[in-house]
């Protein structure tokens, strides 16, 4: 479903190696784990995905279309959920909603039931109708999840996405999460709170100093490394 | 005061984003833009020198009749009034919605402290308005004149203190409104409409008193005689429009005598005495404006509207959901409705207003030449929609205004052609609103046919395309995307200045080309059949061009 072929990136006139030849193949139906200390070139790659950072060098493809030569059909399989969640302030959450409803061309009967279930689930439905300005990071956050679900992504991209939500709409992420993989969707996630990839992930891939250090399922990250029981002491290990 | 003088420093280092020059100077491809538009602002300086030429022959003029201290008083009148102007928006943005403020009202200042603060930087922003108006007429006066040492430093000091009072003025209306209008609920709405009727009713009166003036003036048996007796005499007469700039002018042209001394202490005078009344009040009403329009971003809690998401879920076209975003963003947004909404109505009715007040007398002359050639009325009109076009800065300032919000329009599956038809589209929508208004206040005037209203309305909205994709070139070759308040968006981005000088351009060849055809004796439909074709030439080009800078950037950026 997504394919990474050696990209790099570099800043500051390639004195900086953020991402450094990174090679990453992830199946249909996968959760997949990015992990790494800040500054360890998750959010970069993920820019690199989803389109907003263009590679160095190396090619990426969803569903076996090239991000960078065909981005409107790829974009049209993916949907990003960044980290900050800066969205129009001025909008109405609805219109927000309607707005991004449009660009993905989705119908009116089935925006109007994903919006339903999701802005539900996520406890924001009373407050569509007021201004984005108005909500909380939080709210915000569970705003921007709910319209990148509205068009069902076959891969659904988050950056960091624990991050400034509620104990329970965290839970309910996971859910979502979960049931996606379940229906052969794929979701990349990039984290650093290590319970939440070890509990979820079907495979990890922990990425420092813009080079991928280790990669493989739980099991097999435990087997490399000796003694080391937990996902926190492993990751511990590596990134040191 | 050590708080003022260190809130004044960094206000001053805000605004003028002087670390961030420096900064930018240092990055070499920053440097070549900076040098670049320094030539640009060169080439603007023909123009000055031909607008300084003329002035010289008024002042000629002037000196014919006896009456050379008029020419003052239309220096210092012209400026101040543009000061004026100019002030109402800038204490708007800088006291009302600049971004600083969400950190200065917590600390422990007093308003007028911060008020005062805004205010010196205000100064130093409204020189760059004054100076280049009022210098070349306090030169050209002191040259031709040979007029001695102490004109000079008279000079000097008016021109110091000449931003001051009209400054002062625009803070005291505009706290006042602010304090007023600061009702809950549909706030930014009776704003705009309060900020439109004010503004009318300002230049109503204004013209008014001019016409007035102007007619009493005339009407007088002795006015030969007393126009030889007193070489002041037209200044104290028109200078009524505005006292302080008939002191202005008095003070210089009496320099000599203890009479001009004291109009000089009347002028600081005032505008000292303004200053102090102005931060006085400000203790009184600033946060009382203020402090509502910080609150509306955590007003409105949870579920204050529910939604019935049957009626409330619409599908539209990738283009118009664009278009009607840009426009509810453009509405939403104090600092973009006073710009450019603001602008794309008021300008046609003062324009209009400005004769339409000064009576039947002023209209004859308009209404004999019309009656020849009733054509122009509509070639005006073309001509103002057009330049609407540029003024209001939509189109070059569509992605400078998504801001942080960019990465939204970059990851979504958008067409670039959807992206063009819909911001143009936004242009056209608020353009249509300057076109209604120009429409209705030119029937005032005059009596327009309905073919006047069509080519006005079909080659005004056609020629604004290319004025807008214009713009939007330059947006999208350096958009202005790492901003936290909307003033920067619109207000310090130099694409705003760069759009002006190139719509200017655009304009100016389309009016020669006019000129050129009418002084030809080439039928009027003809030339409006050739605009057609022109204006649709030029917005295929420049849409070829669009689609190709816009698909790199969004790559690139």
């Known amino acids: ?240 | 005061m050590e708080k003022v003088i260190s809130l004044i420093k960094t206000d001053f280092n805000i605004t003028f984003g002087l670390s961030s020059i420096v900064y930018s100077f240092k990055n070499k491809k920053n440097r070549w833009q900076m040098i670049l538009i320094g030539f640009a602002f060169l080439s603007l300086i023909p123009t000055y020198f031909m607008l300084i030429s003329g002035l010289v022959k008024i002042y000629d003029a002037y000196r014919q009749i006896g009456q050379q201290s008029m020419f003052l008083l239309n220096g210092f009148l012209a400026s101040q009034m543009l000061v004026f102007l100019f002030g109402l928006l800038y204490v708007m943005s800088k006291y009302y919605f600049s971004n600083d403020l969400n950190q200065l009202v917590p600390l422990p200042i007093k308003p007028s402290y911060i008020v005062g603060s805004k205010f010196v930087t205000l100064m130093f922003s409204e020189y760059l308005t004054s100076l280049p108006i009022i210098l070349p007429f306090i030169i050209i006066y002191g040259i031709k004149g040979s007029e001695g040492i102490v004109y000079w430093i008279y000079s000097l000091l008016l021109t110091l203190t000449l931003p001051a009072l009209p400054l002062v003025l625009a803070s005291i209306l505009v706290m006042i409104f602010m304090r007023y209008t600061n009702v809950k609920g549909k706030k930014d709405l009776i704003r705009i409409v309060g900020a439109v009727l004010f503004l009318i009713i300002l230049f109503f009166f204004q013209f008014k008193i001019q016409s007035i003036a102007q007619k009493a003036l005339m009407k007088g048996d002795n006015f030969f005689f007393d126009l030889v007796r007193d070489s002041n005499l037209l200044v104290k007469k028109l200078g009524l429009a505005f006292p302080p700039s008939m002191w202005g002018s008095l003070a210089l042209s009496n320099y000599s005598s203890i009479k001009g001394f004291l109009y000089l202490l009347l002028f600081i005078g005032i505008a000292v005495g303004g200053l102090i009344l102005m931060l006085f009040l400000s203790e009184k009403l600033f946060y009382d404006g203020l402090i509502g329009n910080i609150e509306v971003s955590a007003a409105k809690g949870k579920g204050s509207r529910k939604v019935d998401l049957n009626k409330s879920t619409k599908e539209a076209n990738p283009s118009i959901a664009i278009a009607l975003k840009e426009i509810k963003m453009l509405f939403r947004t104090p600092i973009y409705l006073i710009n450019s909404i603001g602008g794309v109505i008021i300008v046609p009715i003062i324009l209009v207003m400005s004769t339409f007040v000064n009576g039947e007398e002023s209209m004859e002359p308009i209404r004999l030449i019309l009656e020849g050639k009733p054509y122009l009325i509509t070639l005006f009109g073309i001509g103002l929609i057009i330049a609407l076009g540029m003024l209001s800065s939509i189109g070059c300032t569509t992605f400078s205004r998504e801001g942080k919000n960019f990465w939204i329009q970059r990851t979504l599956p958008i067409k670039v052609e959807d992206q063009i038809y819909g911001r143009v589209m936004a242009s056209l929508i608020i353009q249509l609103m300057g076109l209604v208004v120009l429409l209705v206040s030119m029937s005032f005037i005059t009596n327009i046919g309905l073919s006047s209203i069509f080519w006005i309305s079909l080659l005004g909205l056609l020629g604004s395309i290319p004025m807008t994709q214009l713009g939007m070139t330059i947006d999208i070759l350096r958009p202005l995307l790492d901003w936290d308040n909307p003033q920067v968006a619109m207000k310090q981005n130099l694409n705003v200045l760069i759009g002006m000088g190139i719509g200017i351009l655009y304009e100016g060849g389309i009016v020669l080309l006019v000129i050129f055809l009418v002084k030809n004796n080439i039928g009027i439909n003809l030339i409006y059949g050739l605009l057609v074709l022109i204006f649709i030439l030029f917005s295929y080009c420049l849409f070829i061009l669009l689609k190709k800078l816009i698909n790199k950037q969004f790559q690139l950026l």
């Open chain 1, 1 to 240: 479903m997504l394919k990474l072929k050696n990209i790099s990136k570099t800043y500051s006139k390639g004195t900086i190696k953020a991402v450094d030849n990174i090679d990453l193949d992830i199946k249909s139906g996968e959760i997949f784990g990015f992990l790494g200390p800040n500054g360890a070139g998750k959010t970069t790659t993920i820019k690199m995905i989803v389109g907003l950072l263009k590679p160095d060098t190396g090619q990426v493809f969803i569903d076996n279309i090239d991000v960078w030569k065909n981005s409107l059909e790829a974009k049209a399989k993916i949907s990003y959920v960044p980290d900050n969640p800066e969205i129009y302030d001025k909008l109405k959450g609805i219109e927000y909603l309607n707005f991004i409803s449009d660009m993905y061309g989705v119908p009116k009967n089935v925006r109007e039931e994903k919006m339903n279930y999701y802005s539900e689930m996520f406890n924001i439905k009373e407050a569509l109708g007021d201004i984005i300005g108005s909500y909380s990071h939080g709210m915000k956050q569970k705003l921007v999840l709910t319209s990148a679900l509205i068009h069902d992504p076959q891969l659904f991209i988050l950056d960091e996405p624990m991050v400034g939500l509620d104990p329970k709409s965290a839970f309910q992420l996971k859910e979502i999460m979960r049931k996606r993989c379940d229906e052969g969707k794929t979701v990349f996630f990039s984290t650093h709170v290590l319970e939440v990839a070890e509990k979820l992930c079907d495979r990890i891939a922990i990425i420092n100093k813009g080079k991928i250090i280790a990669m493989g399922t739980m099991e097999e990250l435990r087997s490399h490394a000796e003694e080391r029981e937990s996902l926190e002491n492993i990751f511990l290990g590596l990134t040191e």
